[in-house]
């Protein structure tokens, strides 16, 4: 048996009708929102009287400390309970991985270590060789040249380096 196929006008109408149905669906849950939060705001939040004497406007103030206290206070006992049971999750996270037998590898941290002590943590007490990898490097050292400064004339000195042959005298005495 086949089944008969929507038309694609008769599709186009119940699509716009579904459409208008949410919107106002919407419509009405932000409606309800709204309502709620002025509700909440009434009774949570009286209106704002500012008194005119000192002595009352110090009172007043005395009063909105202690109620930020105690919002502060509320606000740290809920971040706690978050944090508990965020870890909580965490936990119950794990144990069903656990459970299931597929793990999530850990990120690797980067660990600086000597050579010696990598050998030494695979190895364990069989490791008793160390091993200095700068042992057999070559030892170069610097000749340190006290070169005598030429006394005389500047202009003599100029002139035997001028040219070719100058230069090239140059280069041996470096060398």
Not at 128 to 133: C, G, N
Request: include cysteine; hydrophobic fraction near 35%.
């Amino acid at each position: 048996m086949t089944e008969k196929k929507m038309s694609s006008g008769r599709r186009n109408q119940l699509k716009t009708l579904l459409l208008q149905i949410g919107e106002a669906m919407l419509e009405e849950e932000v409606q309800e929102a709204e309502q709620q939060k002025i509700k909440h705001m009434e009774e949570n939040c009286p209106g704002f009287f500012l008194p005119g004497c000192m002595h009352e406007l110090q009172d007043f103030c005395r009063k909105l400390h202690k109620q930020i206290d105690l919002v502060d206070e509320e606000r740290y006992d809920m971040e706690v309970k978050v944090t508990k049971t965020n870890k909580e999750i965490d936990d119950l996270k794990l144990k069903v991985q656990d459970l299931k037998g597929k793990f999530k590898k850990p990120a690797l941290k980067r660990v600086r270590m000597s050579a010696d002590a990598m050998l030494a943590a695979l190895l364990g007490s069989k490791h008793k060789v160390s091993m200095d990898l700068r042992a057999n490097l070559k030892q170069v050292k610097k000749e340190v040249k006290d070169e005598e400064k030429p006394t005389g004339d500047w202009r003599k000195n100029i002139e035997d380096r001028a040219g070719m042959d100058g230069r090239k005298k140059m280069f041996e005495t470096e060398a």
